[in-house]
């Protein structure tokens, strides 16, 4: 079996989890330290896909920490077949949310100059929070697509 990285139960796998788990969490904790991110549902959509996210991620790593600290092998088709739904949605959640947050951003700032008028706003946070949202969906693409090619691998 090959063991490429971002592997369920490798520690490659692990640093993987653990990342996802910090930018999600900072994205949240950027989001909710800004003020007035309540006045756009996508932010609100954003803090929620990422709790979701840091929820996903931390349950995966530390099944990667009981993996590796007993040595086992977390290659069954079923336990791989829930990851990769389970990356899947939380993925298509965290990108959906990352770019609703990113287009209200661009409308706030570039076409209503919003951000300029209204010193209520945090809106260097927003992009703040928005870029560790991408960042989080970036490393949790990565996992999806690892876990999906190694299913299919073992399914051959």
């Known amino acids: 079996m090959k063991r490429c990285f971002g592997t369920p139960g490798i520690a490659s796998g692990l640093v993987l989890r653990i990342f996802q788990c910090l930018f999600a969490s900072a994205s949240i904790a950027?989001?909710?330290?800004?003020?007035?991110?309540?006045?756009?549902?996508?932010?609100?959509?954003?803090?929620?896909?990422?709790?979701?996210?840091?929820?996903?991620?931390?349950?995966?790593?530390?099944?990667?920490?009981?993996?590796?600290?007993?040595?086992?092998?977390?290659?069954?088709?079923?336990?791989?077949?829930?990851?990769?739904?389970?990356?899947?949605?939380?993925?298509?959640?965290?990108?959906?949310?990352?770019?609703?947050s990113a287009g209200v951003m661009v409308l706030l700032d570039r076409d209503s100059e919003y951000c300029k008028v209204d010193q209520q706003l945090s809106c260097s946070m927003f992009q703040i929070s928005i870029a560790f949202a991408f960042l989080a969906?970036?490393?949790?693409?990565?996992?999806?697509?690892?876990?999906?090619?190694?299913?299919a691998s073992l399914s051959s």
Do not use: P
């Not at 909710?32 to 803090?47: D, P, Q």
């Not at 931390?58 to 088709?77: E, M, P, T, Y």
């Not at 969906?137 to 299913?151: K, R």
């Open 30 to 100: 950027v989001m909710a330290a800004s003020s007035g991110f309540s006045s756009a549902t996508s932010f609100c959509y954003l803090i929620a896909a990422m709790g979701l996210q840091v929820l996903w991620s931390f349950g995966l790593a530390c099944l990667d920490i009981h993996a590796l600290r007993v040595k086992k092998n977390l290659q069954s088709q079923i336990l791989l077949s829930l990851v990769v739904v389970g990356d899947w949605v939380t993925a298509i959640l965290a990108l959906a949310a990352s770019s609703s």
């Open 137 to 151: 969906w970036s490393l949790l693409a990565i996992s999806s697509h690892t876990v999906l090619w190694l299913l």
